[in-house]
């Protein structure tokens, strides 16, 4: 079945399909990141069920010996990126970076198996992926929660996928630029520099980045020594989400050791949620551990734990805080609110609106009943592509396009929403 749209999006995915891995965007982002590649996997897997799994497999491969799953991965040489390899310096034999990104790979992997024609081949492909993928939440919990609260924390704005949010602004005023010398960012050579972080948020950036260098990437000792350590109800839902399907996924393939300690780490991560909880915001908000004090700040990351199964009743204020975003936007749903004063509609984190956040939002939002808020982000979803194309993100009020043009995720997302909406068949 044809559709413009669909056409459209299955040409971006070919178009930036290196064959085992897929990237971002040519230009900007010329690597595998982790989280794209799983999001990206769910659109693959209606054109090419094979090439879905085999995307996620490929991250997979270059997991690290500790269980780390690496935020990039540098398969080959890109003179156009900033920080490339030698900045890392974390010498794997494929080179990588030295930090994660969210864990959306146990939820991607769920809905391949679901959806999957070819059912003796998922059952193989995700029975080998399961361990691996137990792995990585386990390194999660080992080395960002020392102190098993349930709850993990990023130790790198990048780690969070929300780069510049204003979550981070205080703790990463702590970040010291000292000592950090030149570089050449790259970034802004292919995206406007009104749509990106800052030079100030990049010497930060950087400055961690040879920090984690200088203890030789012993991923134990990092959060401990990091001065930057926040814990983001976004990515920790994330997480819970995947460790949840892990342990469904675990049931259907018959490894019962690895669902019960799935379902152990979901079951006591949503009871820890439940301290991110702001009564008087209502909404999840950051804990900034390094301090230890909640982040005062309202951005999507404390609307996302929707996408995991947190309690009815909370799911029904996430549900009103986005109705009364919905009256306030043109578009669904702005990455920070804009009555904020931080907010910039086209600044990346600090407003604009991206599809893959949409997705996972109305993806709880209808598992929990609340269709009609859901229905309204599909639509505006579906609006942007018509009127602005394939972008990274969009200004929530104008509709423009910013960022990466082209983008691999976002044209994934359009393909679930009209598998979803029957738009397609
Ligand atoms: C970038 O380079 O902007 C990425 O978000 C870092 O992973």
């Given at each position: 079945?044809?559709?413009?749209?669909?056409?459209?999006a299955?040409?971006?995915?070919?178009?930036n399909?290196?064959?085992?891995?897929?990237?971002?965007?040519?230009g900007?982002?010329?690597?595998q990141?982790?989280?794209?590649?799983?999001?990206s996997?769910?659109?693959?897997?209606?054109v090419?069920?094979?090439?879905?799994?085999?995307?996620i497999?490929?991250?997979?491969?270059?997991q690290?010996?500790?269980?780390?799953?690496?935020?990039?991965i540098?398969?080959?040489?890109?003179?156009?990126?900033f920080?490339?390899?030698s900045?890392?310096?974390?010498?794997?034999?494929?080179?990588?970076?030295?930090?994660?990104q969210?864990a959306?790979t146990?939820?991607?992997?769920r809905?391949?198996?679901?959806?999957?024609?070819?059912?003796?081949?998922?059952?193989?492909?995700?029975?080998?992926?399961?361990p691996?993928i137990?792995?990585?939440?386990?390194?999660?919990f080992?080395?960002?929660?020392?102190?098993?609260?349930?709850?993990?924390?990023?130790?790198?704005?990048?780690?969070?996928?929300r780069d510049n949010?204003?979550d981070?602004?205080?703790?990463?005023?702590?970040?010291?630029t000292?000592?950090?010398?030149?570089?050449?960012?790259?970034?802004?050579q292919?995206?406007?520099a009104?749509?990106?972080?800052t030079?100030?948020?990049?010497?930060?950036?950087?400055?961690l980045?040879?920090?984690?260098r200088?203890?030789?990437?012993?991923?134990?000792k990092?959060?401990?020594?990091?001065?930057f350590?926040?814990v983001?109800?976004?990515?920790?839902?994330?997480?819970?989400?995947?460790?949840?399907?892990?342990?469904?996924l675990?049931?259907?393939?018959?490894?019962?050791a690895?669902?019960a300690?799935a379902?152990?780490q979901s079951d006591?991560?949503?009871?820890?949620?439940?301290?991110?909880w702001?009564?008087r915001?209502?909404?999840?908000?950051c804990?900034?551990r390094a301090i230890?004090?909640?982040v005062?700040?309202?951005?999507?990351g404390?609307?996302?734990?929707v996408?995991t199964?947190?309690?009815?009743?909370?799911?029904?204020?996430?549900a009103?805080?986005?109705?009364?975003?919905?009256?306030?936007?043109?578009?669904?749903i702005?990455?920070?609110?804009?009555?904020?004063?931080?907010?910039?509609?086209?600044?990346?984190?600090?407003?604009?609106?991206?599809l893959?956040?949409?997705y996972?939002?109305?993806?709880g939002?209808?598992?929990?009943g609340?269709?009609?808020?859901?229905?309204?982000?599909?639509?505006?979803?579906m609006?942007l592509?018509?009127?602005?194309?394939?972008s990274?993100?969009?200004?929530?009020?104008?509709?423009?396009?910013?960022g990466?043009?082209?983008?691999?995720?976002?044209?994934?997302?359009?393909i679930?929403?009209?598998?979803q909406?029957g738009?397609?068949?």
């Open positions: 079945m044809s559709h413009p749209l669909y056409d459209g299955v040409e971006i995915l070919a178009r399909d290196l064959g085992h891995y897929t990237v971002p965007t040519h900007l982002y010329p690597f990141w982790n989280w794209d590649s799983a999001l996997a769910l659109g693959q897997s209606y090419n069920e094979s090439r879905a799994w085999t995307e497999e490929t991250l997979f491969d270059h690290w010996p500790d269980g780390m799953v690496p935020h990039i540098f398969h080959k040489e890109d003179e156009g990126y920080p490339g390899p900045v890392w310096g974390t010498e794997r034999p494929v080179p990588t970076s030295g930090i994660s969210p959306v146990g939820f991607a992997v809905k391949l198996f679901e959806r999957a024609k070819d059912l003796p081949s998922a059952r193989a492909r995700a029975k080998a992926l399961l691996k137990q792995a990585w939440h386990d390194w999660f080992a080395t960002r929660d020392p102190e098993e609260t349930g709850l993990v924390a990023i130790i790198h704005p990048w780690e969070s996928g949010s204003a981070w602004n205080a703790a990463l005023s702590r970040v010291p000292e000592g950090v010398g030149d570089f050449q960012r790259r970034d802004i292919h995206a406007a009104a749509h990106r972080p030079t100030e948020q990049y010497q930060r950036y950087i400055w980045v040879k920090h984690f200088a203890q030789g990437w012993d991923t134990a990092l959060h401990d020594a990091s001065p350590r926040v983001d109800p976004g990515f920790n839902a994330i997480l819970l989400r995947s460790c949840a399907d892990l342990a469904w675990a049931e259907q393939l018959d490894e019962p690895i669902g300690r379902k152990t006591k991560g949503l009871a820890a949620m439940e301290h991110l702001s009564d915001h209502q909404q999840y908000l804990y900034d230890g004090a909640p005062d700040c309202l951005t999507v404390g609307l996302l734990p996408f199964a947190i309690a009815p009743d909370r799911s029904a204020r996430i009103a805080r986005l109705e009364d975003l919905a009256r306030r936007t043109t578009y669904m702005p990455s920070h609110d804009p009555h904020a004063p931080e907010y910039d509609g086209e600044r990346y984190w600090l407003g604009p609106a991206w893959i956040v949409n996972m939002i109305a993806d939002l209808n598992r929990d609340h269709t009609e808020i859901a229905a309204r982000i599909v639509g505006d979803s609006k592509i018509v009127e602005s194309g394939f990274e993100y969009y200004d929530p009020m104008t509709g423009a396009p910013c990466g043009p082209h983008f691999t995720w976002t044209a994934a997302m359009v679930e929403f009209l598998k909406t738009g397609v068949e």
